[in-house]
């Protein structure tokens, strides 16, 4: 059974700082991974998705790469700004299967 | 890109009453739509998985007879909370794309807040 865990749970960062937020899910027989924001009370709002035999993905200032051996995906956040501050989850879509979601890192860019 | 539509966005109900929720994909056809359910503090669960034309499949330990969910059409899916209590209360959120089993990227609906008194 799949399971996706992320670190850390919370990270509080000045405005303007380069940040990473970890992925790690235990069957590396994936189909995609796809990393999400979520604004409280929000729904979810779709940042990147890699497919299987991608490394990596790029939109603005979000970069997403994805190691499937290891079992590890990341994204990257450049030059972070408070309009960042959300809940970011990634979540795992398995062969048979649905997503499966991480528990989220909550993010707080302070001005 | 593909939009996807839910409502109402927040209800709030008695115990013991019932609540719809609308799933509707507004510029594309979705032959199958899933139903997340979000805990506070705690990642979306896949409560359901929703085929048109057909019964609905639903996760272990999500009961049928509860969380009613109704795929009429290519464009809309709801999902009926039934006799609700306070435990149900939580945030439902909605995806369609892909096809059952595959998992394609999906685009979700914002959510809706239930909350039961």
């Known amino acids: 059974k799949q399971e996706v865990t992320q670190i850390p749970a919370a990270l509080s960062v000045p405005e303007g700082e380069n940040l990473v937020l970890n992925c790690s899910f235990t069957?590396?027989?994936?189909?995609?991974l796809q990393w999400f924001r979520q604004d409280p009370g929000k729904g979810l709002t779709s940042l990147l998705l890699i497919q299987s035999s991608q490394r990596e993905q790029t939109s603005g200032r979000l970069n997403a790469s994805l190691d499937k051996s290891s079992g590890r995906s990341t994204l990257y956040i450049a030059a972070s700004q408070p309009g960042d501050s959300a809940t970011y989850l990634c979540?795992?879509?398995?062969?048979?299967?649905?997503?499966?979601f991480g528990p989220g890192t909550r993010l707080s860019v302070l001005p | 890109g593909a939009v996807v539509s839910q409502h109402p966005s927040r209800v709030i109900c008695k115990s013991g009453t019932s609540v719809k929720i609308e799933c509707r994909s507004l510029?594309?056809?979705?032959?199958?739509m899933f139903w997340y359910r979000q805990f506070p503090k705690k990642s979306l669960m896949l409560m359901a998985t929703s085929n048109e034309g057909s019964k609905a499949t639903y996760e272990q330990g999500v009961e049928k007879d509860k969380f009613l969910i109704n795929h009429a059409s290519l464009t809309l899916s709801t999902l009926t909370v039934t006799s609700a209590h306070p435990e149900d209360s939580s945030f439902y959120i909605c995806s369609a794309g892909g096809l059952a089993g595959v998992a394609d990227e999906q685009y979700f609906g914002p959510g809706t807040r239930l909350t039961v008194t």
């Open positions: 979540a795992v879509g398995n062969y048979g299967q649905n997503f499966v």
């Open positions: 510029d594309f056809q979705a032959t199958t």
């Open positions: 069957d590396s027989a994936i189909y995609n």
